[in-house]
């Protein structure tokens, strides 16, 4: 435990809470479109989210490289991506569905000039930049989800079978040992490409929406008891 720093989630994120006893699926007479938020690099991870007719988001999948292995963006998509949301969400239209990702996404490369939102896109997925690439935003938009509540419910919700990124939440997304910035880990993937989704709940609050809009908080250091 002295290797780690504290967990970024630790007192916000409440299993008990916040993982859905039954398992979350797509409202599908709801115009909310299914939200990816994807992590790029050579352990791309994406998290797929809605928001229900009560307005809880829901994390309804995952699909990430595994750990110990690398690939390209492309490869991603085409071998786990695509065929873990073709199987989990047969009756999705493409055409409802969109990729929120790191702006940096948008920057040619220089070896061949694409970008990896062009990547996304030419597959037939709609692709948009995340507000921001700033960490602390980025933390501030999860939490933000996890402090509401609606009707004694929480606001952000996982289902059960997502056992990634809800490890993430519970342990395995750390600070450093300084406190301060996030450990670059498979967990943080994961978990980078969470906020990326929840980023963009926090646009909609001012569209009709009651998600709180996303302001930089204040990194404090807290106590954390190992157990």
């Given at each position: 435990p002295g290797d780690f720093g504290r967990p970024i989630f630790g007192g916000t994120f409440n299993s008990d809470f916040h993982i859905a006893k039954k398992p979350l699926m797509p409202v599908m007479q709801s115009l909310a479109p299914l939200i990816v938020g994807m992590d790029n690099g050579l352990q791309a991870a994406a998290v797929i989210l809605q928001q229900d007719m009560r307005q809880r988001v829901n994390v309804l999948g995952e699909a990430y490289v595994p750990d110990g292995k690398t690939m390209s963006v492309e490869r991603f998509l085409d071998t786990i991506f695509q065929p873990y949301f073709a199987a989990k969400f047969p009756q999705i239209n493409r055409a409802n569905v969109m990729f929120v990702v790191d702006p940096a996404c948008f920057h040619r490369s220089e070896v061949d000039e694409k970008t990896i939102a062009q990547a996304i896109a030419t597959r037939g997925w709609r692709v948009v930049k995340g507000n921001t690439n700033d960490p602390e935003i980025r933390i501030?938009?999860?939490?933000?989800?996890?402090?509401?509540?609606i009707d004694a419910e929480p606001g952000l919700r996982f289902d059960a079978e997502c056992s990634h990124v809800i490890e993430a939440m519970e342990w395995g997304y750390r600070y450093k040992k300084n406190g301060v910035t996030p450990d670059k880990t498979h967990h943080s993937h994961i978990s980078d490409a969470l906020q990326y989704a929840c980023l963009q709940y926090s646009i909609y609050a001012?569209?009709?929406?009651?998600v709180p809009q996303v302001t930089r908080r204040e990194v404090q250091k807290r106590p954390y008891r190992y157990t």
């Open positions: 501030g938009a999860v939490e933000g989800l996890l402090a509401r509540q001012g569209t009709g929406g009651v």
